[in-house]
């Protein structure tokens, strides 16, 4: 799991890059890039929870609940982005409709990471300052592209890059966190 949490994380970092350095090109393909991200959190969320061999974690309901919360967001995405591939007419609601789903789950995944931060806080954890201040990074973000947007249209492609670029980075720091507890 370790392994597959590195992986995913280095390469969700990688996307984050690419999608800050081309944002026009990451709204034109809003839709599936938000699916593609949301289904991987999703399963890799999902696949943690099953493959844990803590039994009396109590974090374990929240890893499925969001991982299937992000399964169904992403089917979400991906359907309108192949309903806006066939209806040109209504591409511009489809796109405010993917925007919404994405301000909102940036708002989720930024509460989220703030409670987390608290939690690890708690359990001893070391890097809960660094989950924190992500988390309120990603929490006014998208609150600011939800009530605005014009700046969520222009911006998407930076707000798709800073949600993988969190995600990468809890998900690297999750392998490190886990040597350490460890040892």
Same mark, same amino acid.
């Given at each position: 799991?370790?392994?597959?949490?590195?992986?995913?994380?280095?390469?969700?970092?990688?996307?984050?890059?690419?999608?800050?350095?081309?944002?026009?090109?990451?709204? &034109?393909?809003?839709?599936? !890039?938000? =699916?593609?991200? %949301?289904?991987?959190? /999703?399963?890799? *969320? +999902? #696949? $943690?929870? @099953?493959?844990?061999?803590?039994?009396?974690?109590?974090?374990?309901?929240?890893?499925?609940?969001?991982?299937?919360?992000?399964?169904?967001?992403?089917?979400?995405?991906?359907?309108?982005?192949?309903?806006?591939?066939?209806?040109?007419?209504?591409?511009?609601?489809?796109? &405010?409709?993917?925007?919404? !789903?994405? =301000?909102?789950? %940036?708002?989720?995944? /930024?509460?989220? *990471? +703030? #409670? $987390?931060? @608290?939690?690890?806080?708690?359990?001893?954890?070391?890097?809960?300052?660094?989950?924190?201040?992500?988390?309120?990074?990603?929490?006014?973000?998208?609150?600011?592209?939800?009530?605005?947007?014009?700046?969520?249209?222009?911006?998407?492609?930076?707000?798709?890059?800073?949600? &993988?670029?969190?995600?990468? !980075?809890?998900?690297?720091?999750?392998?490190?966190?886990?040597?350490?507890?460890?040892?």
């Amino acid at each position: 799991m370790k392994v597959f949490n590195c992986i995913i994380g280095v390469l969700s970092i990688l996307g984050a890059v690419y999608c800050m350095f081309f944002p026009g090109i990451s709204f &034109l393909n809003t839709g599936w !890039i938000v =699916a593609i991200l %949301l289904g991987v959190y /999703g399963m890799s *969320s +999902i #696949f $943690g929870y @099953f493959s844990s061999s803590k039994g009396d974690n109590k974090g374990d309901g929240k890893l499925v609940a969001n991982g299937v919360m992000g399964l169904i967001i992403g089917i979400a995405c991906a359907v309108v982005a192949l309903l806006a591939m066939f209806s040109s007419g209504v591409r511009g609601t489809l796109d &405010l409709i993917i925007l919404m !789903i994405f =301000a909102f789950w %940036l708002i989720y995944s /930024g509460a989220v *990471s +703030i #409670f $987390g931060a @608290f939690a690890q806080k708690k359990n001893g954890g070391k890097m809960w300052g660094l989950s924190l201040a992500l988390g309120i990074i990603v929490l006014i973000t998208g609150f600011y592209g939800a009530t605005h947007l014009l700046f969520a249209a222009f911006s998407i492609g930076y707000m798709i890059g800073i949600e &993988l670029m969190v995600y990468g !980075i809890r998900l690297v720091m999750s392998v490190f966190e886990n040597n350490n507890n460890s040892n």
